[in-house]
């Protein structure tokens, strides 16, 4: 059989064709694997950016409500530093009257 004769064959036609196709359809499912990649790639990144951004809006607002409850604490410290004193104080108070001796 010719090549001419072979060409015309519907069926050799058909085979060739569908390899045509195939070759063409290779480069274009690659791409849409590597789109696929991409999109999940950026959806793990912006999971990951937006974990990263609520951390630091912690850490922020934690600072902020440290610097305003800064001075109550430090009044709450003296207070505690008084309270402090007085128990001292009281622990060394004898409950007793110096000369006086325990009962039997």
């Known amino acids: 059989m010719t090549p ?3 060409y015309r064959n519907p069926n050799v036609r058909l085979g060739l064709w569908i390899g045509l196709v195939g070759l063409a359809v290779v480069p ?3 791409v849409r694997q590597m789109l696929a990649l991409l999109l ?3 959806a793990f990144f912006f999971v ?3 974990i990263v951004f609520a951390l630091y809006l912690l850490s922020h607002v934690g600072q902020l ?3 305003k409850a800064e001075p109550y604490a ?3 410290a003296r207070v505690g530093r008084r309270g402090l004193g007085f128990v001292g104080d009281f622990s060394r ?3 007793r009257r110096q000369n006086s001796e325990t009962s039997p």
């Open 65 to 67: 409500s440290l610097a």
């Open 40 to 42: 999940i790639f950026a």
């Open 28 to 30: 274009v499912y690659y």
């Open 48 to 50: 990951a950016a937006g």
């Open 74 to 76: 430090l009044s709450a």
């Open 93 to 95: 108070k004898q409950f």
């Open 4 to 6: 001419r004769k072979l």
